[in-house]
């Protein structure tokens, strides 16, 4: 499993989406609405407060991809959030194909 943005750096969060590949032998099924952002502030990261959640299962097959733009993850966590320029991160836990734990994609993108 891995997420990458595309493209890595961009002017609005709608035009960045973010996709999680599956790349396992094992179809994954998790909360779709269960992201993390953090912002880049100075040498710190802080976190975009989470003002609602939602509940829900995804499942993306093996070899395949689900993306989502860095608005609608950002509406996930808070719709009244704005994203300004800056470094910013995003994460989501997913199962791992190899046990019975959690593994946590995380990537890292811009907005000017």
């Known amino acids: 499993m891995y997420l990458l943005p595309t493209p890595t750096v ?10 999680l590949t599956n790349e396992s032998g094992t179809d994954l099924s998790f909360n779709p609405y269960s992201w993390s952002v ?3 502030s100075g040498s710190s990261w802080s976190q975009i407060e989470q003002k609602s959640s ?7 097959a093996a070899g395949d991809s689900e993306k ?3 608005e609608t993850v950002v509406g996930y ?6 994203l300004d320029s800056g470094a910013y991160s995003a994460a989501i ?14 990537v890292v993108f811009g907005l000017r």
């Open 10 to 19: 961009a002017d609005a969060p709608d035009s960045l989406e973010l996709t």
């Open 38 to 40: 953090w912002k880049k």
């Open 54 to 60: 939602g509940d829900g299962k995804l499942t993306v």
């Open 68 to 70: 989502w733009t860095v």
């Open 77 to 82: 966590i808070n719709e009244s959030a704005t």
């Open 93 to 106: 836990n997913v199962p791992n194909p190899d046990g019975d734990d959690w593994i946590t994609c995380l």
